[in-house]
């Protein structure tokens, strides 16, 4: 059995993995997101060390990622807000301090990976994985292959209709203020009401909004890539109750234009949790680094 | 050269052509619509008068269609607003009276593909066709072929930030009011302003709205496509002032989000009209008649 890489780069931490699949993992490390110098060098440490021969290494990472391999800023983090890891080159850092091939992707398109490999998607051709947390992102499986277009999907970043009068929150974006992500991440949570998202009661109003402005960007996606699933992960959508409500929300929107049972009396297996939990993402890295080494 | 079938399928008028490609047209017929079995049954004759061989036929149709083959409605318009072509089983009907092979996609995703085969986008892989006209319709073209996924894109009903304050009409979609087809499609300007859109002067205030909500809606189909490029087409569009005040406004949007070209000085080739003109969505029938057959 080959031992494969993955890293989940995220913007608190990396959670690095050693392994070949979810049932043979050989070791794990999490590293705090500080600088790029120190993160990546204690990522590169960590397979540096390891006692085994490595394959490949897949990394799934916050975005936005150029992932042009004809770009000269291929594996590069590029625009992001987060303080210091703008043009970032993640991929080159790595490539050049360890020797063997390392494949980049971003974190959603990995968690979609993983889920359409390991989890509960494994017979699908469409599979849309969204991540309500830090961010909102949303990687794309299509026929069990990451989808990318031009750039990748940078779904949080897409605007909804916001009504100042029941919020006046400006959004907690600072590229654009309310867009999707502005009004409903964990970050826009706290900003809004002073208080994390994981310290409000479920009665609190912040989950009216939360419920709405999730169900309306589920409604845009499925207005435009129309999956056969939707696996909702990330921080906030740990609060599980919120399933439910988002699930009635979005069949509300909708309002009988699509009239498949997907919007009916099977919704409760069209908006789902990731089956693999908090590991979708770093089980979706080692999942690239056996996929791209494969084809 | 063998001879195919084309038909778009629009909900003011059918267009059927006959031939092989855009430089190689044996005849053409405009039907206008009126109930489905009086406008099918003149699809059918225009085909069975044919005096040479028919190959297949595609045929692009206005929505929603159900794509899904192994659906016992395949081939039918479904939920459409349109009065008398709900559950329309147009495919079935079609293909009973002509024995020969018949294929069918939505109007945008033919357009799509003309543009891609015979238009301004053939030397690429993600290409969007967005017409705004009746309604507002969305057509993806991947490596070549129409994208579908669960059942296929239906951009016009994403939700879109409307100001009611600014604009106070309620929208014109009968199913969602104030989804972005039922702000900015054609029927919706001229409900909004009790005039239809090609009799308003390019100064009157509905081309700032029109133009808020076409890029919104962009934006929001960049954020999740990632397109190459967006081609533009349908009667509202044919005001092809508007082409620079969209690009504008959608780089106005990206507010910097996006740094490639394409929203920077490439923005004038990322967003263009079609190449084909009205005449997209008739070739791209002909075009999924040959491309589906060979396939």
């Known amino acids: 059995m080959r031992t494969f890489g993955g890293v989940e780069a995220g913007g608190t931490k990396f959670s690095c993995v050693l392994g070949s699949d979810p049932d043979h993992i050989l070791s794990e490390r999490t590293i705090r997101t500080t600088t790029p110098e120190k993160t990546l060098a204690q990522v590169i440490e960590f397979f540096a060390e390891a006692s085994e021969p490595i394959s490949s290494i897949g990394i799934g990472s916050f975005g936005p990622v150029e992932l042009n391999q004809s770009s000269r800023f291929y594996g590069y983090i590029t625009t992001t807000p987060k303080p210091h890891w703008q043009n970032t080159d993640v991929l080159g850092t790595i490539s050049r301090a360890l020797k063997m091939p390392i494949f980049i992707d971003t974190d959603t398109n990995v968690a979609g990976l993983a889920e359409t ?105 499925i207005c435009t890539l129309s999956p056969q699933r939707i696996i909702l992960g990330g921080g906030v959508m740990r609060r599980i109750e919120l399933f439910d409500q988002i699930r009635t929300k979005v069949r509300d929107l909708a309002k009988g234009y699509f009239d498949q049972p997907q919007f009916q009396d099977k919704i409760s297996e069209y908006i789902v949790p990731p089956m693999l939990g908090t590991r979708a993402g770093v089980l979706g890295a080692l999942a690239l680094a056996k996929d791209r080494l494969a084809s």
């Not at 779904?155 to 974006?173: S, V, Y």
């Open 117 to 221: 490999k390991w989890g509960s998607a494994q017979s699908l051709n469409f599979v849309l994985y969204v991540t309500v947390g830090t961010g909102i992102g949303g990687g794309y499986i299509i026929d069990g292959k990451p989808y990318h277009g031009m750039l990748h999907p940078e779904i949080g970043h897409m605007r909804i209709p916001h009504d100042k009068k029941q919020d006046p929150f400006p959004g907690a974006c600072s590229f654009h203020g309310d867009c999707l992500e502005g009004l409903a991440s964990g970050p826009a949570i706290h900003k809004r009401w002073g208080i994390p998202g994981e310290n409000l009661s479920l009665n609190h109003p912040a989950w009216i909004f939360e419920t709405d402005y999730v169900a309306m960007g589920l409604v845009n996606l």
